[in-house]
Structure formats: structure tokens, C-alpha cells
């Protein structure tokens, strides 16, 4: 860098699923806006969501083929809203993928949030281009997926776009971005590309930056968070685990540490575990950005607490094609479980499977005996002191089919339910479910044939 370059970025991860945690935020903009009051003129933060699965995306849709102004994230009042005015009042810019499947019904929701908040009308820009399940992208995707699209009843289909929109969104005064599926990293390289002015070919860095949002992308997990094992791998106060943020320079350079006051741990290992995450090949990761390159990659702990650098990440030209993930009904998957306890439970639950393979034949049964202390233990999961343990055992028979009739799956609920009277003895605790399952297709199309844009949301939607 030289003493011309803006100065280090500051992005927050604040969720790094649908479903995570609700009260991340408030700790990760505590922590920005602290660092953003003591640090240089010029410093600019971001608060960044990850929200997005390969099935929210098909869920997401489901939910607003019943009602046009759902498919976002539904957990976004419960996100955002504790922390939405802070960040406007401290200039913390917001970016995320929690439109889903309607990022424009997203857009207008926040804008209701600000408005019921007290807050000024934020500026907030919607990214569009991923969704390809209309009936004009249906050609298209006949002919990327050929047979595989015969008699398919899709549900979804999204392409994984980039950085790009996030950029020019920010750059035209953004105060808000949201978009559906874009890549998970490009949640990152767009804040970065606007800050520091980065060209779209300037694959050093945007491959150092796609691996810093790469580390941010899945939340805790980079602090401790399905990292932790007790006697190998110890992380203190797991309970309160604090999510992951990054200072980015003007090289794309990047250090991770966490929010301050919380608990977890941010060490060479955890960065280690995250940055070889999902990572097919080290020296290829493809994204819809950059063919990021960590073969050569150091990651190194720096002075004091939770800091760890990473530094030697190349970047090659970007691939000249986007993934596409289609998704699909797939029929439906019926599961059954039953309890056995006491003496000889493991036999008795495996003649209940085998009573299952006989009465559903033509089902094709996967079949689980679990064996833990769900029934001779206490809420805590310790054994009863009154229980003798000698010879006892502790089985849950899980059987579980897919068919794509419906009637067909329901068979099973009923025989596993039969087994009260019908099976071994001491059979209990039946539950059955019913869930319609979703499959995917996966495929490449041509950057150029799928268009992506940004919009600023209307000052008619922001009243």
C-alpha cells in the first residue's frame, strides 16, 4: 500500500445461514462502530449476511408461488431490526443475500423496518439477474441440461452471480444492497471492489479478497463454531461464540478476528479449517469473480487476541461461465422412528426392521438403530443412578423410504406406527413425517446469457 490507498475495510459477518443465530449482529456492530471511532478518516464498514443454501433458494420460491410478497428470508425482521438504526446512524452499509427468491419484497420491507424505526429513508439498491425460473430461461436451460429436463417439475433455478452489481450498487450510493443468489464470497469483493476501486480483471486481488469473504462466509464457524472438540480442540465459551470480522487493505490482504466480548476463538486452526472449507481444489477455487489460488497461502497468528493474517492468495481470470443450480420436485421421503429398551433392545429393534423390509416391499428402506441414552437417562443425559446397566441396552430404529407417489411413502408411517401392538416387545415413542423432497440439477451457462443489474429502490417504495 502507499499513502494514497483508502484506508483498511472493515466487514462484519453477522449469519452464515438461514436459520442462524438472531442475535449476532448487535455484538458485530457494537464492534465496527467502535473501531470506525478510533480508527483513520476515510475507514468505511459493512455488515454482511449470508443466508442462502442450495434448498433455501427452492423453499424460498415455494413460499412465494402461495403469496407474492414472501420468498425472502424469514428471519429478516428478526436480523436486521435490532441493529438497522445503529448501522444507518454510524454509516455501516449493509449488504446480503437475503432477498432469496424476492429480493425486491425484501427491499421494500426493510424500507418499512427504517420507517417504523424512526430511521431516515435508506438508500437501498435490489440485485437482480440470478433467477432463472421463469418460462423465457426455460430454452436455455433445455439445452444446457438436455434429457435431465424431461417431465421435470422445476421449482427453481438460480444462477450464482458475482460482485460486480454489489459494486456499482455501492458506487451509486447504496446504503443497502440486496440480492438473491449471488456467489457467497462476492458478499465481500463487492464492498471491497467499491472501497478501493478495483478493476474487474485485477485477479490478485479480488482473489485475496474472495478469500477473506470466503472465512466471513459462514458466520461463527471461523470463531469455533463447528470447529470445536473437547480435549482436541477446546474453545472457550462456545456458548456465546462471536462472529467473524475482517479488516481488508488495499491489496486485498486481510486479517480475521471476531466481535469483541464474546466468546470462541479465532486461531490459526480455525482459519485453517474454514479457509480449506468446501475448497475442491486449492489452487483453483472457482467463484463467478476470480479463480482464487491458495496453494501458496500462510496464515499467520499476530499480536494479541483472536487475530490471524492471511497473505500469499493468487488470482487467475474468472471462469467465462456461471453455475446454475436447478431445483425440482423429487416425490416425498417417509420417516419412522421407535423406541427399545432394557435386555436384548437391539435384537428386538433389528426384528422390527426386519418385519418394515418385509411388510413394505418395493420400498427401498434406509435403516438407523441409534443407540444412545434417549430413554435409560435423565434430561442432562446421564444414566439414572437406580438403573442397573448390566446387559441393558438403548436402541431408536430409524427406517426411512423416498417414493415419488405419495401414497406409497405413507405406508411407511402407518407399519412403523402398527409396531405398538404388532411388532417386538417394548416397542415406543413412534414419530412419522411426511416431507416432499426437493433434488437438484447442476449446470453452466454463458456469462452473457445471463444479464445481471442492479435497481435503487423507488422513492415511492421507500415512503
Given at each position: 500500500m502507499?499513502?494514497?490507498d483508502?484506508?483498511?475495510?472493515?466487514?462484519?459477518?453477522a449469519?452464515?445461514?438461514?436459520g442462524?443465530?438472531?442475535?449476532?449482529a448487535?455484538?458485530?456492530?457494537?464492534t465496527l462502530?467502535?473501531?470506525?471511532?478510533?480508527?483513520?478518516?476515510?475507514?468505511?464498514?459493512?455488515l454482511?449476511?449470508e443466508?442462502?443454501?442450495?434448498?433455501?433458494?427452492?423453499?424460498?420460491q415455494l413460499?412465494?408461488?402461495d403469496?407474492?410478497?414472501?420468498?425472502y428470508?424469514?428471519?429478516?425482521?428478526?436480523?436486521?431490526r435490532?441493529?438497522?438504526?445503529?448501522?444507518?446512524?454510524?454509516?455501516i452499509r449493509?449488504?446480503?443475500?437475503?432477498?432469496?427468491?424476492?429480493?425486491?419484497?425484501a427491499?421494500?420491507?426493510?424500507?418499512?423496518m427504517?420507517?417504523?424505526?424512526?430511521?431516515?429513508?435508506?438508500?437501498?439498491?435490489?440485485?437482480?439477474?440470478?433467477?432463472?425460473?421463469?418460462?423465457?430461461?426455460?430454452?436455455?436451460?433445455?439445452?444446457?441440461?438436455g434429457?435431465?429436463?424431461?417431465?421435470l417439475r422445476?421449482v427453481?433455478?438460480?444462477?450464482?452471480i458475482?460482485?460486480?452489481?454489489?459494486?456499482?450498487?455501492?458506487?451509486?450510493?447504496?446504503?443497502i444492497?440486496?440480492?438473491?443468489?449471488?456467489?457467497?464470497p462476492?458478499?465481500?469483493?463487492?464492498?471491497?471492489m467499491?472501497?478501493?476501486?478495483?478493476?474487474?480483471d485485477?485477479w490478485?486481488?479480488?482473489?485475496?479478497?474472495?478469500?477473506?469473504?470466503?472465512l466471513?462466509?459462514?458466520?461463527?464457524?471461523?470463531?469455533?463454531?463447528?470447529?470445536?472438540?473437547?480435549?482436541?480442540?477446546?474453545?472457550?465459551?462456545?456458548?456465546a461464540?462471536?462472529f467473524?470480522?475482517?479488516?481488508i487493505?488495499?491489496?486485498?490482504?486481510c486479517?480475521?478476528g471476531?466481535?469483541?466480548?464474546?466468546?470462541?476463538?479465532?486461531?490459526?486452526a480455525?482459519?485453517?479449517e474454514?479457509?480449506?472449507?468446501?475448497?475442491?481444489?486449492?489452487?483453483?477455487y472457482?467463484?463467478?469473480?476470480v479463480?482464487?489460488d491458495?496453494?501458496d497461502a500462510?496464515?499467520h497468528?499476530?499480536?494479541?487476541?483472536?487475530?490471524?493474517a492471511?497473505?500469499?492468495?493468487?488470482g487467475?481470470?474468472?471462469?467465462?461461465?456461471?453455475?446454475?443450480?436447478?431445483?425440482?420436485?423429487?416425490?416425498?421421503?417417509?420417516e419412522?422412528e421407535?423406541?427399545?429398551?432394557?435386555?436384548?433392545?437391539?435384537?428386538?429393534?433389528r426384528?422390527?426392521a426386519d418385519?418394515?423390509?418385509?411388510?413394505?416391499?418395493?420400498?427401498?428402506?434406509r435403516v438407523?438403530?441409534?443407540?444412545a441414552?434417549?430413554?435409560?437417562g435423565?434430561?442432562a443425559?446421564?444414566?439414572l443412578a437406580?438403573?442397573?446397566?448390566?446387559?441393558?441396552?438403548?436402541?431408536?430404529?430409524?427406517?426411512?423410504?423416498?417414493h415419488?407417489?405419495?401414497?406409497?411413502?405413507?405406508?411407511?408411517?402407518?407399519?412403523?406406527m402398527?409396531?405398538y401392538?404388532?411388532?417386538?416387545?417394548?416397542?415406543?415413542?413412534?414419530?412419522?413425517a411426511l416431507t416432499?423432497?426437493?433434488n437438484?440439477?447442476?449446470?453452466?451457462?454463458?456469462?452473457?446469457?445471463?444479464?445481471?443489474?442492479?435497481?435503487l429502490?423507488?422513492?415511492?417504495?421507500?415512503?
Open positions: 502507499n499513502s494514497i483508502p484506508p483498511t475495510l472493515l466487514i462484519g459477518c449469519a452464515g445461514f438461514s442462524d443465530r438472531t442475535d449476532a448487535g455484538p458485530v456492530v457494537d462502530i467502535a473501531r470506525l471511532a478510533s480508527g483513520p478518516k476515510g475507514q468505511r464498514a459493512f454482511i449476511f443466508t442462502l443454501a442450495e434448498r433455501t433458494l427452492a423453499l424460498a413460499r412465494r408461488r403469496n407474492p410478497d414472501a420468498g428470508e424469514p428471519l429478516l425482521d428478526d436480523m436486521l435490532p441493529v438497522l438504526a445503529r448501522c444507518l446512524a454510524h454509516g449493509i449488504v446480503s443475500n437475503f432477498g432469496a427468491a424476492n429480493p425486491r419484497a427491499a421494500r420491507h426493510i424500507a418499512r427504517a420507517r417504523e424505526l424512526g430511521a431516515s429513508a435508506p438508500r437501498i439498491a435490489v440485485v437482480e439477474g440470478d433467477d432463472l425460473s421463469g418460462p423465457e430461461h426455460r430454452a436455455l436451460l433445455n439445452e444446457a441440461l434429457a435431465q429436463m424431461e417431465g422445476m427453481s433455478a438460480n444462477a450464482y458475482g460482485a460486480e452489481p454489489i459494486a456499482a450498487a455501492l458506487d451509486a450510493g447504496a446504503q444492497v440486496v440480492c438473491g443468489r449471488v456467489a457467497d462476492s458478499l465481500t469483493v463487492g464492498p471491497a467499491s472501497h478501493f476501486g478495483w478493476r474487474a485485477d490478485d486481488r479480488l482473489g485475496r479478497a474472495t478469500m477473506a469473504g470466503h466471513l462466509e459462514c458466520g461463527a464457524q471461523v470463531c469455533g463454531g463447528y470447529f470445536a472438540d473437547p480435549g482436541y480442540k477446546n474453545v472457550p465459551g462456545l456458548e461464540v462471536g467473524p470480522i475482517a479488516e487493505d488495499a491489496d486485498g490482504r486479517t480475521i471476531k466481535a469483541d466480548g464474546t466468546g470462541g476463538l479465532v486461531s490459526e480455525t482459519v485453517k474454514q479457509l480449506l472449507y468446501e475448497v475442491h481444489d486449492p489452487a483453483a472457482l467463484t463467478p469473480d479463480v482464487a491458495i496453494a500462510e496464515v497468528a499476530l499480536p494479541g487476541v483472536d487475530r490471524v492471511l497473505s500469499g492468495v493468487r487467475h481470470a474468472r471462469p467465462g461461465r456461471y453455475k446454475v443450480n436447478v431445483c425440482h420436485e423429487g416425490g416425498w421421503l417417509a419412522g421407535i423406541s427399545y429398551a432394557g435386555p436384548r433392545a437391539e435384537a428386538r429393534a426384528l422390527a418385519v418394515l423390509r418385509k411388510r413394505l416391499a418395493g420400498l427401498a428402506l438407523d438403530l441409534i443407540g441414552l434417549s430413554i435409560l435423565d434430561d443425559g446421564r444414566a437406580d438403573t442397573p446397566d448390566a446387559g441393558l441396552r438403548d436402541v431408536r430404529l430409524r427406517v426411512a423410504a423416498t415419488a407417489d405419495r401414497a406409497q411413502a405413507e405406508r411407511l408411517a402407518r407399519e412403523v402398527a409396531l401392538t404388532c411388532g417386538p416387545a417394548g416397542g415406543g415413542g413412534v414419530r412419522t416432499p423432497r426437493l437438484t440439477l447442476s449446470c453452466l451457462l454463458p456469462r452473457e446469457a445471463v444479464p445481471v443489474r442492479f435497481e429502490l423507488g422513492e415511492e417504495a421507500r415512503a
